[in-house]
């Protein structure tokens, strides 16, 4: 046989077994996503005792291997104070979990009243509302590193400190794509040493840039992606070090 249909074949056989693996990869990776899924739903689930069904996961809401997640995280940090922004039914999952801690309070920040409402509305059928509070905090134009941009009202978190776990989830984007960069830069020196915050979204171009920015402006903390449903970003504060550069947010008319 000449050489050149020898060749011609063997490169042909390749390919044919370079496809053949990649379609065997992509199936084991949707059979671990599924394992997955039902490993962490069995997880949630044993934190409510079937008072009322819960809202699904995925879409506006957190997916489940994040809420897994998040499950884990306040089971081994024992969390004091969590802070989330954007509530729904990851809200329920921590407020669950610090149930279970028996310790911890979580403060859920929403900018709309009538979210605000139906989470605490399901906080309650839940039996959940020793566990957390739901803050309405409407979002303005504030003044942040010299640009304006909307974000939440930010004389009405002054309080909020000592934050061992802040996941971020809001606001909506509808205003701007990176609506939520302000949050890991305005919560830093609120963070404790050692403190976890989860980004959701983590995979969306905008969450992207925002998580390269936050990393050079936040070295001294540690930031790994996790490859889930709709990707995210925990990073974790190794030490309570201030923020180089003090933000300047003020407050204006609202957005
Ligand atoms: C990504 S959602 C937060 C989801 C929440 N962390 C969860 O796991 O359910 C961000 C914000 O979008 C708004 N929102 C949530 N669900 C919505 C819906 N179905 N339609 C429009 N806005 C919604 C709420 O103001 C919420 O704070």
Partial sequence: MPLFILCALTMGLLVLASLLLARKLRRLRQLRRRQQHIWETHNIFQLFDRAAP?????????STDLLGELVRVVAARQPRVVVELGSGLSTLVIAAALRRNRAGR??????????????????HQHALDDWATGRSVPLQSI?????????????????????????????????RRDIRYPALPFFWNKLNAGAVVLLDDADRPAESAMAKSWQRRFPQALFEHLRFEK???????????????????????TA
């Avoid at 819960?54 to 957190?62: I, K, Y």
């Avoid at 909307?150 to 971020?168: A, C, K, N, R």
């Avoid at 504060?237 to 008319?253: I, K």
């Fill in 54 to 62: 819960l809202p699904p996961p995925g879409g506006w809401a957190a």
């Fill in 231 to 253: 990707g995210a970003l925990r990073v974790t504060s190794l030490a309570r070090v201030p923020a180089p550069r003090a933000p300047s947010h003020s407050a204006a008319s």
């Fill in 106 to 123: 979580l403060i859920c920040v929403e900018a709309d009243d009538q979210y605000a409402h139906s989470t605490r509305a399901q906080l």
């Fill in 143 to 175: 003044e942040f590193e010299g640009e304006r941009r909307p974000w939440y009202d930010t004389s009405l978190l002054g309080d909020v400190d000592s934050i061992d776990l802040l996941f971020i989830d809001g606001p909506p984007t509808a205003l």
